[in-house]
Antibody, heavy 118, light 106 residues
Framework: QVQLIQSGAEVKKPGSSVRVSCEAS????????ITWVRQAPGQGLEWMGG????????NYAQNFQGRVTIIADESTKTAYMELSSLRSEDTAVYFC???????????WGQGTLVTVSS | DIQMTQSPSTLSAFVGDTVTITCRAS??????LAWFQQKPGKAPKVLIS???NLKSGVPSRFSGSGSGTEFTLTISSLQPDDFATYYC?????????FGQGTKLEI
């Protein structure tokens, strides 16, 4: 069973960028989909994008096109999500999750709180 | 992106009741639909995949149905632990839009 360990909470200024990491341990990494999902305070889940590490090609939600970059490092079994041009509305918990190629994300990280504030 | 419309947004019920949550896709997604349960401060937990396949360890009082654009999650004989927020998600290729969520309240 995979465990996904995310990096710690971040506080960022508007206009800056944030990078959140997600390290997989205990199971395969490269042939699964690594998905990033965020949840603003009191709000629902928002799919941001995903990557299959072995193909190293990411797919992004239209809402985040041009602002989000998702990459994966097979050697360290770590995925990264970088979000740029941060604004206060980006304050949220960011989750990484892993799922099969034909399945939903079924293993989740603990979440990383990103706070955007001047 | 495919849009997912979930209803109702809030549902009040009693222990022992049976409830149904509906999810509609803006275009056909075959049966590429999952249902998640989320409790406050926790990551979501997948209950059902492929519209109707119960994940291992999930109680059989949870069931899912549907295909194409219309899907339902039914929870029968509600237990106190079931009061949570539920989300549908379409997962097609590797895109994955969520519904807005349904908060199930006692």
């Amino acid at each position: 069973q995979v465990q996904l360990i995310q990096s710690g909470a971040e506080v960022k200024k508007p206009g800056s960028s944030v990078r959140v990491s997600c390290e997989a341990s205990g199971d395969a990494f490269s042939t699964y989909i690594i998905t990033w999902v965020r949840q603003a305070p009191g709000q629902g889940l928002e799919w941001m994008g995903g990557i299959i590490p072995i193909f190293n090609t990411a797919n992004y939600a239209q809402n985040f096109q041009g602002r989000v970059t998702i990459i994966a490092d097979e050697s360290t079994k770590t995925a990264y999500m970088e979000l740029s041009s941060l604004r206060s509305e980006d304050t949220a918990v960011y989750f990484c999750a892993r799922g099969g190629i034909t399945g939903p994300p079924d293993s989740w990280g603990q979440g990383t709180l990103v706070t955007v504030s001047s | 992106d495919i849009q997912m419309t979930q209803s109702p947004s809030t549902l009040s019920a009693f222990v022992g009741d049976t409830v149904t949550i509906t999810c509609r896709a803006s275009q056909s997604i075959s049966t590429w639909l999952a249902w998640f349960q989320q409790k406050p401060g926790k990551a979501p937990k997948v209950l059902i995949s492929k519209a109707s396949n119960l994940k291992s360890g999930v109680p059989s009082r949870f069931s899912g149905s549907g295909s194409g654009t219309e899907f339902t999650l039914t929870i029968s004989s509600l237990q106190p632990d079931d009061f949570a927020t539920y989300y549908c998600q379409q997962y097609n290729s590797y895109s994955g839009t969520f519904g807005q969520g349904t908060k199930l309240e006692i």
